[in-house]
């Protein structure tokens, strides 16, 4: 039971670096979403997509993209690392729609940008 | 979005029930009331949700008010592992994912479980 799995666990970039993180999940769900965690916050929504081969930004999408490579895999790209981006990261993915509505998160990964 | 409410931090003993509130007076008739929590560097994992009728699962139970402002996650007997931050959210049950599928996080109630 893999669930939600995130690659890397955690990174070190230098500013102006670029890294991709990746997310795979097995529960062949539709929806999938990266998250930003800010120390003492709730998470903020990055992007999401609904679907394979469809993506849309969240609240905060600036300085990220992302591409929805097929129905199990969700990868988030920081082009250019800010310290600002110094965050946790976490993708979910879900099977929504009346009363089953319930979304599962990968472990996280814990980038910090020098 | 309807919002939610919740106490910062609560304190509990092991081994004994605990309460958590969550208040959503300006909630709709077609919202489900789910509850999250998450682990010490964990992400976020599903406890529980419910619309109307009080529910129960092998994590918690979920206590619904009658006009529906508010609601209480219970759990029954609090071990070390139940310390967490817990997230009340609010999400309508017609959503079928997409921006709809988003979850939105407030700050959440951080549980302490004392041995």
């Known amino acids: 039971n893999a669930g939600v799995t995130q690659t890397p666990k955690f990174q070190v970039l230098k500013t102006g670096q670029s890294m991709t993180l990746q997310c795979a999940q097995d529960m062949n769900h539709n929806s999938m979403y990266w998250y930003r965690q800010d120390p003492g916050m709730g998470l903020r929504l990055i992007y999401y997509?609904?679907?394979?081969?469809?993506?849309d930004k969240g609240e905060v999408p600036n300085g990220y993209n992302v591409s929805r490579l097929n129905k199990r895999e969700f990868s988030l790209r920081l082009e250019s690392a800010a310290p600002s981006q110094t965050s946790v990261y976490f993708c979910?993915?879900?099977?929504?729609?009346?009363?089953?509505?319930?979304?599962?998160f990968g472990q996280g990964t814990r980038l910090t940008v020098v | 979005d309807a919002k939610t409410t919740q106490p910062n931090s609560m304190e509990s003993n092991e081994e004994e029930p605990v309460h958590l509130p969550c208040n959503h007076s300006t909630i709709s008739g077609t919202d489900y009331i789910h509850w999250y929590r998450q682990l010490p560097s964990q992400g976020p994992e599903y406890v529980i949700h419910g619309l109307t009728s009080n529910v129960n699962n092998r994590m918690a139970s979920l206590a619904i008010a009658e006009d529906r402002k508010s609601s209480t996650l219970i759990l029954h007997r609090a071990t070390l592992r139940d310390a967490a931050v817990y997230y009340c959210?609010?999400?309508?049950?017609?959503?079928?994912?997409?921006?709809?599928?988003?979850?939105?996080f407030g700050k959440g109630t951080k549980l302490s479980v004392k041995p």
């Open positions: 979910a993915s879900g099977s929504f729609g009346g009363p089953n509505t319930e979304a599962f």
């Open positions: 959210i609010l999400r309508d049950f017609r959503d079928y994912g997409g921006s709809q599928g988003n979850l939105i």
């Open positions: 997509s609904a679907s394979e081969g469809t993506t």
